[in-house]
């Protein structure tokens, strides 16, 4: 049998599982494992369903946790403080915030977008395996055609140095948000190629003043500079 321990979040993983399960057949669950509600399986039901998602190689250390890493710990502490109504996370990539707050914020609708369609095939697997409230798309939010506030807060969380038109990313988030925009960035040159941008205070300040904003808040941790613009 497979023993999970506590630094994966096992809900999530057994969410994954029954999603895929019931997507492609594989790994066979039996009886009503695959739709019981994901609150009421019992230890040895989670045991029974991790044990065949690791039969059938699946990667279960994709849902390590991630609650301790610093950034992580200050955008949740921020988000605490909001308690938002509904949740936009753009480029949720391997759901390092995006799994703990589905796990601090039980039952917070919550739409993640992503270029890569593996990334949103995974988090499709999870909200039919288990979580009705999470919504994942192939989407680039500056192609986007969504209504104006159309969520109470938006997360830009290691994704805006990725973005070749960074401007146009900020200004839809700005278009998007009710309530706050929350980004976090590098704080310093680094050498991963995929950074094409390094975002300073006085560039996000510029930044979001042209996207209409103007009330932005600077905080960090190590290595991170993180930004909240309230609307």
Known sequence: ???????????????????????????????????????????????????????AEMKLYRFKNHHDLPRVKRVLGILSGLQPESLL???????????PFLHTFPGV???SLDLLPHRVQLLQDVQQGGYPHLTALE????????????????????????????????????????RSVIVSVPSKPDNN?????????????????????????FDGVPNHLIAVAWL
């Open 193 to 217: 190629p995929e950074h094409i941008h390094l975002l300073t205070k006085p560039i996000l300040t510029e930044l979001f003043a042209k996207a209409g904003c103007a009330n932005l808040h």
């Open 89 to 99: 996370d753009v480029g949720s990539g391997r759901g390092v915030f995006l799994f």
């Open 139 to 178: 989407q680039d939010i500056t192609q986007w055609q969504m209504p104006d506030d159309s969520f109470d807060v938006v997360t830009l969380l290691e994704v805006l140095e990725h973005i070749p038109n960074v401007e146009e990313a900020i200004r839809a988030a700005v278009r998007l948000a009710k």
């Open 109 to 111: 609708p919550v739409t």
């Open 1 to 55: 049998m497979y023993e999970p321990n506590d630094r994966m979040d096992t809900k999530l993983a057994c969410a994954w599982v029954r999603g895929v399960s019931l997507r492609t057949s594989e790994p066979v669950l039996a009886g009503d494992l695959t739709t019981k509600p994901i609150d009421q399986l019992t230890p040895e039901e989670v045991q029974c369903i991790l044990t065949a998602g690791k039969k």
